[in-house]
């Protein structure tokens, strides 16, 4: 009987798994390989840099401002999240819809560099120079628009009283993914700046 108790007592419980939710653990997964991407590119830009045949310009000054609008959107976004943490609906809607409003300012001012990368005679073939800027706004662009869509989701989310301080899920998703576009174009815009 002894033998029994001791080997009952031997028996240990089933240790707890540890779960992510699944569309955050989609998110991370996705974020990962958009840093493998840009990763795979600044290295091709270095590498063909050092080939010769370069391009120098001068970055428009629009991009320092369009990088000013998209970090005030990080603000904002996190404002959100603490506003939806307490409640705050009305806050909670402002402040998505501002993050909203400098994230389609923020892809008008890259536009407009664009435009005036046309006006230094700087196109998008022609000199890998040119084609690197393009390509590395323009990829980050597209990411935004994403971003954006994600952030529209959210916003009818809020409207609709679907994130509040017990469902915060959509929200942390939108603002995570947001925060890392603007540490991504930050990334972006000062390797550019510096290996000009």
């Known amino acids: ?16 798994t540890l779960s992510m939710n699944p569309r955050k653990f989609i ?21 063909r840099r050092a080939e010769g045949n370069w391009l120098e310009y001068d970055i428009p000054s629009v991009f320092t401002y369009s990088s000013v609008v998209l970090v005030i959107s990080s603000i904002t976004i996190h404002w959100a ?11 909670l809607k402002i402040a998505i819809t501002i993050t909203f409003v400098l994230g389609v300012i923020f892809l008008y001012m890259q536009f407009q560099g664009w435009v005036e990368l046309v006006n230094e005679n700087v196109f998008f073939v022609g000199n890998p120079a040119g084609s690197f800027m393009y390509i590395f ?3 980050h662009g597209f990411h ?10 959210a916003l009818v989310a809020a409207f609709r009283l679907r994130i509040h ?6 929200l942390e998703i939108a603002a995570t993914y947001w925060h890392f576009l603007d540490i991504l174009w930050l990334y972006l815009f000062f390797f550019l700046v510096y290996f000009h």
């Open 144 to 153: 935004l628009i994403s971003g954006l869509i994600v952030l529209i989701f």
């Open 27 to 47: 998110l991370w997964l996705f974020i990962v390989s958009i840093i493998m991407l840009f990763a795979a590119m600044t290295s091709a830009y270095l590498v």
């Open 81 to 91: 999240y603490l506003a939806a943490k307490k409640d705050n609906f009305n806050s």
């Open 137 to 139: 706004t323009g990829l």
């Open 1 to 16: 009987m002894s033998e029994l108790v001791n080997d009952i007592s031997i028996v240990e419980e089933p240790q707890e």
């Open 165 to 170: 301080a017990k469902s915060l899920n959509q």
